[in-house]
T-cell receptor, first 110, second 114 residues
Framework: KNEVEQSPQNLTAQEGEFITINCSYSVGISALHWLQQHPGGGIVSLFMLSSGKKKHGRLIATINIQEKHSSLHITASHPRDSAVYICAVNEGGSQGNLIFGKGTKLSVKP | NAGVTQTPKFQVLKTGQSMTLQCAQDMNHEYMSWYRQDPGMGLRLIHYSVGAGITDQGEVPNGYNVSRSTTEDFPLRLLSAAPSQTSVYFC?????????????FGQGTRLTVV
């Protein structure tokens, strides 16, 4: 069983739609990261959170530590939001390494 | 700031050849790590370092070697390339001893072993 599960694996939306990507994890964590990967490009950090909610522009990330669940929301989606969104958790401890989900491929149609 | 710089961006190797993937960061980050990304799988940790002179193995270290002689550089060496090492490789860094703060990634190296 994967320690970090994302859903859906693929998502197609029309421009302007509200989008939700989910991440569930089975381990105790000290932090959760949401990352974005454009086709052929590198990976950029969107959020790092350990509790509550964070907002940056049209992106909102929430986390529920008790339920071991996080969501990434995109409001008023745009074709430039098309990318793979990756959830990764930091188990904490002395190493602080990340465990990654397999990613959610989002395609926003004009 | 350049952030995390990886070179080369693309590379084709023949089976048995060796090569070094370069990774450099200019943010004075203690923590650096290498991952490989394969289709249908999440990124997997190859090796990591929590500071100059300190390295450790991750989930998939076989066939790879690392060293950390300076804070800035963390090269990944393929000792004898195999087709199973065909993958996209990412270097990442963070302030502190792990990903307790924002993660910074390089642009990736797409490696094909024929």
């Amino acid at each position: 069983k994967n320690e970090v599960e994302q859903s859906p694996q693929n998502l197609t939306a029309q421009e302007g739609e509200f989008i939700t990507i989910n991440c569930s994890y089975s381990v105790g964590i000290s932090a959760l990261h949401w990352l974005q990967q454009h086709p052929g490009g590198g990976i950029v950090s969107l959020f790092m959170l350990s509790s509550g909610k964070k907002k940056h522009g049209r992106l909102i990330a929430t986390i529920n530590i008790q339920e071991k669940h996080s969501s990434l929301h995109i409001t008023a989606s745009h074709p430039r939001d098309s990318a793979v969104y990756i959830c990764a958790v930091n188990e904490g401890g002395s190493q602080g390494n990340l465990i990654f989900g397999k990613g959610t491929k989002l395609s926003v149609k004009p | 700031n350049a952030g995390v710089t990886q070179t080369p961006k693309f590379q084709v190797l023949k089976t048995g050849q060796s090569m070094t993937l370069q990774c450099a960061q200019d943010m004075n980050h203690e923590y650096m790590s290498w991952y490989r990304q394969d289709p249908g799988m999440g990124l997997r940790l190859i090796h990591y370092s929590v500071g100059a002179g300190i390295t450790d193995q991750g989930e998939v270290p076989n066939g790879y070697n690392v060293s950390r002689s300076t804070t800035e550089d963390f090269p990944l060496r393929l000792l004898s390339a195999a087709p199973s090492q065909t993958s996209v490789y990412f270097c990442a860094s963070s302030y502190g001893q792990g990903f307790y703060t924002e993660a910074f990634f390089g642009q990736g190296t797409r490696l094909t072993v024929v």
